[in-house]
């Protein structure tokens, strides 16, 4: 009889193990939308949101997967316009297809796209920062001497129109959360 209560005991330990454990990391997989997955934009619609570039962490070295975003860009709660200065000319195709990345995003009026020559300073402190999205949407300033993948900067970038910085450490392409990490990883 111990034998058996003692045995019962262990499953009931493992069960609960699984339900505490395993549910968490199972839902932290599943697909949910970008607004679930990035902290809301509402923080704080006029702070500007920069974005820094840092060494890539070594735990993440050589496992960077190049992925892209669905075919019409991830959904969106609002379509928005931009314009690509002149500053962003050399730029222009980067820019494009990070736009591409939100399906709610079209070339022509709205948020001036603005280069810098060097990392940003004017976008609320923080060090290296390559990316700044005013107000929501309200202007943005790229530096894209700063990354190796400029288009995933603009992307990031864009994504300030509608979300904050999401909980990846370094931005990539495998999902919107993704592209709205808050760092950049060369």
């Known amino acids: 009889m111990a034998?058996?209560?003692?045995?019962?005991?262990?499953?009931?330990?493992?069960?609960?193990?699984?339900?505490?454990?395993a549910a968490p990391v199972s839902l932290a997989g599943a697909s949910a939308s970008p607004a679930q997955e990035t902290s809301a934009h509402?923080?704080?619609?006029?702070?500007?949101?920069?974005?820094?570039?840092?060494?890539t962490p070594a735990d993440l070295k050589g496992k960077a997967k190049v992925l892209a975003p669905p075919p019409g860009g991830w959904s969106v709660p609002s379509q928005r316009n931009y314009t690509i200065t002149s500053?962003?000319?050399?730029?222009?195709?980067?820019?494009?297809?990070?736009?591409?990345?939100w399906a709610g995003l079209?070339?022509?009026?709205?948020?001036?796209v603005e280069c810098r020559n060097s990392y940003i300073t004017d976008c609320g402190g923080g060090d290296r920062v390559v990316g700044c999205n005013w107000g929501a949407g309200q202007r943005i300033a790229l530096y894209m001497g700063g990354v190796n993948d400029d288009a995933l900067l603009a992307a990031h970038e864009f994504g300030h129109d509608w979300y904050g910085h999401s909980t990846f450490r370094c931005a990539g392409w495998d999902s919107a959360a993704h592209v709205m990490a808050p760092s950049i990883c060369n």
């Open 42 to 55: 509402a923080e704080g619609a006029s702070a500007p949101h920069g974005t820094s570039v840092i060494p």
């Open 3 to 21: 034998r058996k209560l003692l045995m019962l005991s262990g499953l009931a330990s493992v069960v609960l193990a699984v339900v505490t454990y």
């Open 87 to 101: 500053s962003c000319q050399p730029y222009a195709a980067a820019i494009r297809q990070g736009a591409a990345a």
């Open 106 to 112: 079209r070339e022509g009026g709205g948020t001036p």
